[in-house]
Structure formats: structure tokens, C-alpha cells
Nanobody
Framework: QVQLVESGGGLVQAGGSLRLSCAAS????????MGWFRQAPGKERDVVAA????????YYADSVKGRFAISRENAKNTVYLQMNGLKPEDTAVYYC?????????????????WGQGTQVTVSS
């Protein structure tokens, strides 16, 4: 069993930055690939970024490439999402996810563990 707790959401102006954190607990948490999804009102939940358990493989959605960076510290069982150049269309609830699959294969339907979500609001 893996438990995920997100933090770091909030309200920011367009062009600003936020860093999300996700702390994982559980005996095998560090062996899981981890990632972030987001869901805006009335839209489907989509993958934003994901990282392998070694940190050697990452995946980014086209919409965030060059603006967001995912990283992890296995010693702390924590994954981060640094979000720069935020846009109003980045407004969503951001969910941390953990799964044994490759980061490039992260899909809503197959994710094993989810966090509770944290709200990110970007004002124009």
C-alpha cells in the first residue's frame, strides 16, 4: 500500500511559479514511478508529467514542456513538480499518482495509487 499526500498548490498570477510536492509513504514507495495529473472543471483528468523510480526517465505533456520540471528525492520519498511560466489554462486540481508502469505509459485508467489533489489557480 502506498499513500500519497500533495502540498504546494495555491493562487498565483499568470507568469508566476509554484512548486508542488508529493510525499509517499509505504514500504515500497520508492520503487514506484510517480507523476502528476490535472483535472480542470468539466474536463478529463490528464497526465502532466511522470518520472521513473530511478529518476532516469521522465515524460511531459506537450502543453507543459519547457515550463514544468518533475524531480524526485527517493531518500525523502518525495516527488516535486516545479511549474514556471504559469498560464490561466494551467488552472486545475493537480493529483499525484504512483504506479509501477513506465512514465510514458501513465494513464488514468491504470494508475494504482492517487493522492487527494491540490488546487492550482492561475489568474490572468
Amino acid at each position: 500500500q502506498v499513500q500519497l499526500v500533495e502540498s504546494g498548490g495555491g493562487l498565483v498570477q499568470a507568469g508566476g511559479s509554484l512548486r508542488l510536492s508529493c510525499a509517499a509513504s509505504g514500504r515500497t514507495a520508492s520503487r514506484y514511478a510517480m507523476g502528476w495529473f490535472r483535472q480542470a472543471p468539466g474536463k478529463e483528468r490528464d497526465v502532466v508529467a511522470a518520472i521513473s523510480w530511478t529518476g532516469g526517465t521522465t515524460y511531459y505533456a506537450d502543453s507543459v514542456k519547457g515550463r514544468f520540471a518533475i524531480s524526485r528525492e527517493n531518500a525523502k520519498n518525495t516527488v516535486y513538480l516545479q511549474m514556471n511560466g504559469l498560464k490561466p489554462e494551467d488552472t486545475a486540481v493537480y493529483y499525484c499518482a504512483a504506479d509501477l508502469s513506465s512514465p510514458r505509459l501513465f494513464r488514468v485508467a491504470t494508475i494504482e495509487y492517487w493522492g487527494q489533489g491540490t488546487q492550482v489557480t492561475v489568474s490572468s
